[in-house]
Structure formats: structure tokens, C-alpha cells
């Protein structure tokens, strides 16, 4: 069977990604920081599916969780979701800078670390790919978050590019870009988005699929919902000044922090 390493997996688009998966027949390594947590995760899909879980209890803003995590990935996967992630409640100047450089470390680092830790053995086998999370701010202006996510895009699409004259394309990198995403990441952050309209709300399995499908017709950058399409369509067309103000308001009303 092939294997999926998928981090943060626990919750929100990684849980929809292992359910998904699983339900493919990958077998799953399981990464995420909450060890009871992952745990309970990985049985209810063993017992589920039928298939093999491996779990791996790290934290991808410490040295030593990611060098556990490159070196999982280098004993081989079929696929890396790297889709650890998480927002601040702040804006830059009003977040500790330790934070800042946090968030680059899990979402800078980390992707790039895993990534190129799992490509020569799908590259020496002819298969495999890498998704990498990123959002549809990346196409925005939305402080360290959206600058983070925008690496993720651009890093992608250059690693792409970078292997494909020696995987004849069986070798796929992808930068996976949703939007607002009912999921647990907009309360962890103490985000306040009652005003974000029912319209923008993603469901995480609809993601998924996307993602999937995406991934197999050769997509290097996917963006999943009509809606959100066109919306990074606009930002090409609306002067950067006025696309920077909307943005960086949009779902950015800050509530008491909650975990």
C-alpha cells in the first residue's frame, strides 16, 4: 500500500486529508503535537479503514521535531502533506516577535525541510508528491501570515519546476491555497469572523477533493472553490494598494484568545 505522512494532522484539513486517504488505502504516518490526541486519531482510523497508522508526537517550531520528521520522511512516503500551520491573534508590532519567527519555522522551514527531505525517494522510485498548505492570502497582504504562505506558493512552484525534467511528471509538487475553512484554526487564533459571509465558508472534505484532483491533473497551484478562483483572479486585476487595505481587515477582528 502507499503511504501519506500528513502533518498537523489531528484536526481541520489534515484530519480531512487522513480520513480521505485512508479511505484510499494509504497507509498513514500521523504528525502532530498532542500525543492523546494523535493516538485516538490513529486507532479510529485503523480500526475504520483497515489500514496501518504510524504516529509521530512532534513540534514542528522545534529543532528536534522537525529533524524527527525529516527523518520519517526519508525512510519513504508515497505522498507528504505538509499542512502544520496556525494564525496569531495580532496584527505585526502587536505580536511578539518570537512568535513571528515561530510561525516561519513551521511554515517556511518545516515545508521546505520535509520537502526536501522526501523527494529523492520518490524521485528515485519514478512517484510520489508533496502538497504543500498554503491559503488564498498569499495572494493578499496579510502581515507574517499571508508573507509565509505566499513563500509556500512561490517555493512550490519552484521545486516543481525544479524536478520536473527528471520525473517525466510522475513526481508532483503542489501549493494548496483554500480559503476561510470551518475548521478550529479561526478560534485557536482568537479570530473573530462572525462577519465573514456563509458564502466563503469551505467545508475541509470539499477541499480535499479538490486538492486530490487537482494534484492528479498536474495543478502546481490550486485553489479550491469558484468563488476564491476568482477572487485570486482579481488580485491580479486591483491596484495593490487598495486589494493591501481589504485584506488586511478581512477576518482579522480579534476576540478572547481561546485554545
Known sequence: MPTALITGATAGIGAAFARRLASDGFDLVLLARDGERLERAARDLRDTYAISTETLVADLAAEEGIAAAEERCRAGVDLLVNNAGFGHKGTFLNVPVSDETTMLKVHCEAVLRLTHAALPSMLERGRGAVVNVSSVSAFAVRGTYGASKAWVVSFSQGVAQDIAGRSG???????????????????????????????????????????????????????????????????????????????????????????
Do not use: N
Not at 497551484?221 to 485570486?232: E, L, N, R, T
Not at 486589494?243 to 484568545?257: D, E, L, Q, T, V
Open 169 to 259: 511528471g510522475r513526481v508532483r509538487v503542489m501549493a494548496l491555497c483554500p480559503g476561510f475553512v470551518k475548521t478550529e484554526f479561526h478560534r485557536r487564533a482568537g479570530m473573530d469572523v462572525s462577519g465573514i459571509p456563509e458564502f466563503m465558508w469551505l467545508d475541509k472534505d470539499m477541499v480535499v477533493d479538490a486538492a486530490l484532483r487537482d494534484l492528479r491533473r498536474g495543478v502546481q497551484v490550486s485553489v479550491p472553490g469558484a468563488w476564491y478562483k476568482a477572487i485570486v483572479a482579481a488580485t491580479r486585476l486591483v491596484p495593490s494598494g487598495v486589494a493591501g487595505r481589504f485584506s488586511s481587515r478581512a477576518g482579522r477582528s480579534y476576540g478572547p484568545r481561546r485554545t
